[in-house]
């Protein structure tokens, strides 16, 4: 009910928006951002006894973000966003640790949401498949880890980790991408 609010009263501040600038369908760095820092305050630390031995070797997805030339880097584009939508759904059975901050687990929800729902263009580019392969079986280890522990607090925080260094990693390695929405300019 309280999300259902939520999402209702976004979609009134986005048709808000709609008017007062261009219908644009980017992604937007500064929500990948801020996305991050709110996964990064929803919990503490990683806890030394979460260092589960056998699901620590998780290999990261680095390859679907590497641009392929092309100015736009239509495929990372995509990627990036496939990334935000398996975010979505690893999310989407809110079995996360009662121990995160539930405020900050919902704001990072809503946010993920919405630019996922503000980008819905993205997911028709080209030029996807062996990203989208990479990226599967990334997140369906994630989706086993949790099943395989019972959705238990260190499965999370091993899942948690992940997904920090993940979005660290689209950040720090689509900087001069210009598939990235412009800032908005101030004309004075
Ligand atoms: C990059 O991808 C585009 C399609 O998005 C394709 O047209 C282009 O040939 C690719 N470039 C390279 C170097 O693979
Ligand atoms: C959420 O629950 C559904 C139905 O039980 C299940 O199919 C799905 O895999 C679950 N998602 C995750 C991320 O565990
Ligand atoms: C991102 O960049 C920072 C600063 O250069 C570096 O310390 C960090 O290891 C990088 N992280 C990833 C996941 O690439």
């Known amino acids: ?22 219908v644009t369908c980017q992604l937007q ?34 390859a679907a973000f590497r641009s392929n030339g092309t100015k736009r880097n239509a495929g990372v584009e995509r990627a990036v966003y496939h990334t935000l939508t398996s975010i979505d759904f690893l999310f989407g059975n809110d079995t996360v640790p009662v121990s995160w901050d539930g405020r900050t687990v919902e704001d990072f929800q809503n946010i993920v949401y919405r630019q996922i729902d503000e980008s819905k263009c993205v997911s028709s580019r080209p ?3 062996d990203r989208r392969r990479l990226l599967g079986l990334y997140f369906d280890r994630l989706a086993s880890v949790l099943q395989e522990k019972e959705f238990s607090a ?34 004075h």
């Open 127 to 129: 030029d996807f498949k």
């Open 29 to 62: 760095r500064s929500r990948v951002e801020k996305s991050r820092g709110l996964l990064h305050t929803m919990g503490g630390h990683f806890p030394a006894e979460c260092c589960l031995g056998d699901v620590v070797a998780i290999a990261a997805p680095t």
């Open 154 to 187: 260190c499965a999370w925080e091993v899942v948690r980790r992940e997904l920090l260094q993940t979005l660290k990693f689209i950040l720090n390695n689509t900087l001069g991408h210009l598939f990235w929405a412009r800032r908005r300019r101030n004309f």
């Open 1 to 22: 009910m309280i999300l259902q609010i939520v999402v209702w009263l976004s979609s009134i501040l986005c048709s808000a928006q709609v008017f007062s600038r261009p």
